[in-house]
């Protein structure tokens, strides 16, 4: 079991950055495939970035060249660093860690946290 908290949402303007961080518990996340989703207003979840588990990262299109994804194992906690924000950026964002262990799927979702982008 792998238990996830996300902080660091909030409102920001424009243009503006915000650090979202997604602290794990219960098992080490080096182990397991980590991203972020997120849902906007009357839309549905949506991949915005990952990590697999070798490190290689992968970026919405809508995303590319202004979010970073990272983690930290030694904290067991990813991160996503959004800059350039922009109004449609505004969703609930929520930290995934999925692994397949003799062929079962094991995921795990935190909870979410806010982000408003006012224009």
């Known amino acids: 079991q792998v238990q996830l908290a996300e902080s660091g949402g909030g409102l920001v303007q424009a243009g503006g950055s915000l650090r979202l961080s997604c602290a794990a518990s219960g098992s080490s996340l080096s182990t397991y495939d980590v991203g972020w989703y997120r849902r906007a207003p009357g839309m549905q979840r949506e991949l915005v970035a990952v990590?697999?588990?070798?490190?290689?990262?992968n970026y919405a299109d809508s995303v590319k060249g202004r979010f970073t994804i990272s983690r930290d194992n030694f904290k067991n906690t990813m991160y996503l660093q959004m800059d350039s924000l922009k109004p449609e950026d505004t969703a609930v964002y929520y930290c995934?860690?999925?692994?397949?262990?003799?062929?079962?799927?094991?995921?795990?979702w935190g909870q979410g946290t806010e982000v408003t982008v006012s224009s």
């Open positions: 990590i697999i588990s070798r490190g290689s990262t």
């Open positions: 995934n860690a999925g692994r397949i262990r003799l062929g079962r799927k094991y995921e795990y």
